[in-house]
């Protein structure tokens, strides 16, 4: 979908700049294009404002200007400046490139500790990595370092091996430089300049420097060898153990009885269910660079820009196999040809491009995931077996599955020692699985507000009535495979 531009084509920026297209936006920013081939950030008030009250920007950073009645603030930069989303596909090319974004993660973690920064804007001139405070799911900072020196895989910097496979053009030296520029000096401090190898390396980062959480957590499960399991779907659990863990353990055992990768799967459910959050799960698991084609990242207005994109997206994902490459909201890309429309010509190549990619990518260990709440579009062509062998479907979850799930967050929080999870997971059933984690998010906010240092049952109550279940809520199925 084109990105409706909020300024006119030409339209004169209070620095001379003259506006062009869009690239990038939100309801409260965008990046758009000027004369000469530079580009500008474009806020509304309230969006700057924030910035400003944290000490991010300071008053004179942004220039202030009025369109019809809307009160914007703007930013310019030259070509060869940096202004854009943390979350595109941008990547550096050199090593001062990834320094620049390195220092300014420091920079900006130092005046701002507590903001996301996964759905952030990079300004380069500014040295900020500037918060859009989004809704989204929060991602740690050496996630999103990993995330940006390798133009969009998930790989955090704690992973040293895995990303130093991903970012060789930096040289092991060059990319201990940039983790410590980030301040993150102690997950390679000396270590590859005494000549250590990677893998060496890897192993005391891990031991020196992951914290508690990090020790608990499921993060490459699968080369520590422990089993993989997702709290409130036991069924969904059994599955990728079956089809996808198992076969990628015992490769050799499959392989001799012609059995190759794992096939590519489809997710399917209402809104909710908890589809992102088990692919989420499975790729800590497996500890693998993981890739995502989705409408922000890949859509584009321009005849067969979206295409190629695409091609682009997979073939990361098979440069650096064994990976993991989602598709989200699928419906948008892969709809069916026949149905008609404007776009239908622009559909019938993207479709294409996907019919060819994905066996492809499969024979070259690229576990493909896609996920959709709307089954019945997706085109015949992509949902036959050698393309997407599995299609699962994720409904709303039972009272047995959200007791589950309560448990698990819970045990992660200090409590009392007393809460009982059973009439929670009642009135919880059937509800969106981001519904029970924002009860329990609540509930600890709660908890904090009031002075206590745990969490009690009365909290968790209080956070529950004041989430009330939505329309078309509360609807039973079972899981089905298909």
């Given at each position: 979908?084109?990105?409706?531009?909020?300024?006119?084509?030409?339209?004169?920026?209070?620095?001379?700049?003259?506006?062009?297209?869009?690239?990038?936006?939100?309801?409260?920013?965008?990046?758009?294009?000027?004369?000469?081939?530079?580009?500008?950030?474009?806020?509304?008030?309230?969006?700057?404002?924030?910035?400003?009250?944290?000490?991010?920007?300071?008053?004179?950073?942004?220039?202030?200007?009025?369109?019809?009645?809307?009160?914007?603030?703007?930013?310019?930069?030259?070509?060869?400046?940096?202004?854009?989303?943390?979350?595109?596909?941008?990547?550096?090319?050199?090593?001062?490139?990834?320094?620049?974004?390195?220092?300014?993660?420091?920079?900006?973690?130092?005046?701002?500790?507590?903001?996301?920064?996964?759905?952030?804007?990079?300004?380069?001139?500014?040295?900020?990595?500037?918060?859009?405070?989004?809704?989204?799911?929060?991602?740690?900072?050496?996630?999103?370092?990993?995330?940006?020196?390798?133009?969009?895989?998930?790989?955090?910097?704690?992973?040293?091996?895995?990303?130093?496979?991903?970012?060789?053009?930096?040289?092991?030296?060059?990319?201990?430089?940039?983790?410590?520029?980030?301040?993150?000096?102690?997950?390679?401090?000396?270590?590859?300049?005494?000549?250590?190898?990677?893998?060496?390396?890897?192993?005391?980062?891990?031991?020196?420097?992951?914290?508690?959480?990090?020790?608990?957590?499921?993060?490459?499960?699968?080369?520590?060898?422990?089993?993989?399991?997702?709290?409130?779907?036991?069924?969904?659990?059994?599955?990728?153990?079956?089809?996808?863990?198992?076969?990628?353990?015992?490769?050799?055992?499959?392989?001799?009885?012609?059995?190759?990768?794992?096939?590519?799967?489809?997710?399917?459910?209402?809104?909710?269910?908890?589809?992102?959050?088990?692919?989420?799960?499975?790729?800590?698991?497996?500890?693998?660079?993981?890739?995502?084609?989705?409408?922000?990242?890949?859509?584009?207005?321009?005849?067969?820009?979206?295409?190629?994109?695409?091609?682009?997206?997979?073939?990361?994902?098979?440069?650096?196999?064994?990976?993991?490459?989602?598709?989200?909201?699928?419906?948008?890309?892969?709809?069916?040809?026949?149905?008609?429309?404007?776009?239908?010509?622009?559909?019938?190549?993207?479709?294409?491009?996907?019919?060819?990619?994905?066996?492809?990518?499969?024979?070259?260990?690229?576990?493909?995931?896609?996920?959709?709440?709307?089954?019945?579009?997706?085109?015949?062509?992509?949902?036959?077996?050698?393309?997407?062998?599995?299609?699962?479907?994720?409904?709303?979850?039972?009272?047995?599955?959200?007791?589950?799930?309560?448990?698990?967050?819970?045990?992660?929080?200090?409590?009392?020692?007393?809460?009982?999870?059973?009439?929670?997971?009642?009135?919880?059933?059937c509800r969106p699985l981001s519904d029970v984690a924002f009860v329990v998010r609540e509930g600890a906010r709660l908890c904090a507000r009031s002075g206590a240092s745990k969490i009690?049952?009365?909290?968790?109550?209080?956070?529950?009535?004041?989430?009330?279940?939505?329309?078309?809520?509360?609807?039973?199925?079972?899981?089905?495979?298909?």
């Open positions: 979908m084109a990105l409706e531009s909020w300024l006119p084509i030409g339209f004169i920026l209070p620095d001379g700049g003259i506006c062009r297209k869009p690239r990038h936006g939100a309801v409260d920013w965008q990046i758009v294009e000027t004369g000469g081939g530079g580009t500008a950030l474009v806020v509304a008030k309230s969006l700057h404002d924030q910035w400003l009250s944290t000490g991010l920007v300071d008053a004179s950073s942004f220039q202030h200007f009025t369109f019809g009645a809307d009160e914007l603030f703007e930013f310019s930069c030259g070509p060869s400046e940096w202004i854009a989303p943390v979350n595109s596909s941008n990547s550096p090319n050199t090593r001062n490139e990834a320094l620049g974004f390195a220092t300014a993660l420091k920079a900006t973690r130092e005046i701002d500790t507590d903001s996301p920064l996964q759905d952030s804007i990079y300004v380069e001139r500014l040295g900020r990595i500037l918060p859009t405070y989004s809704l989204s799911a929060r991602a740690a900072d050496d996630v999103i370092l990993g995330y940006w020196l390798t133009g969009g895989a998930q790989v955090s910097a704690k992973s040293f091996r895995r990303l130093y496979q991903m970012t060789n053009w930096l040289g092991s030296s060059g990319l201990k430089d940039v983790v410590s520029a980030a301040g993150m000096g102690q997950l390679a401090k000396d270590m590859l300049a005494e000549g250590a190898d990677t893998d060496h390396a890897e192993s005391k980062i891990k031991s020196q420097d992951a914290s508690p959480q990090d020790a608990d957590s499921e993060a490459a499960g699968l080369e520590r060898g422990i089993p993989f399991t997702l709290a409130g779907r036991p069924l969904l659990e059994d599955f990728f153990n079956e089809h996808v863990i198992d076969i990628v353990r015992n490769k050799e055992r499959y392989a001799a009885l012609g059995i190759g990768f794992p096939s590519a799967v489809v997710l399917h459910g209402p809104p909710g269910c908890g589809k992102t959050f088990a692919v989420e799960q499975l790729v800590n698991y497996l500890g693998w660079p993981s890739f995502q084609v989705d409408a922000s990242s890949v859509a584009s207005p321009y005849i067969h820009e979206t295409s190629k994109k695409v091609a682009e997206v997979f073939t990361k994902a098979m440069n650096n196999s064994p990976s993991v490459l989602v598709i989200d909201e699928m419906e948008a890309f892969l709809a069916d040809r026949d149905s008609g429309g404007g776009g239908s010509n622009h559909r019938v190549e993207e479709v294409a491009e996907f019919l060819r990619r994905i066996p492809e990518a499969t024979k070259s260990e690229v576990l493909v995931i896609a996920m959709t709440n709307k089954v019945e579009m997706i085109d015949a062509a992509i949902m036959r077996r050698g393309r997407f062998d599995h299609i699962i479907e994720v409904p709303p979850a039972t009272e047995v599955e959200v007791k589950a799930l309560l448990d698990k967050l819970l045990t992660k929080l200090p409590t009392d020692g007393l809460i009982d999870t059973s009439p929670l997971a009642k009135r919880l059933a009690q049952q009365v909290f968790l109550v209080d956070a529950l009535d004041s989430t009330p279940a939505r329309d078309g809520q509360g609807a039973s199925r079972s899981i089905g495979f298909l």
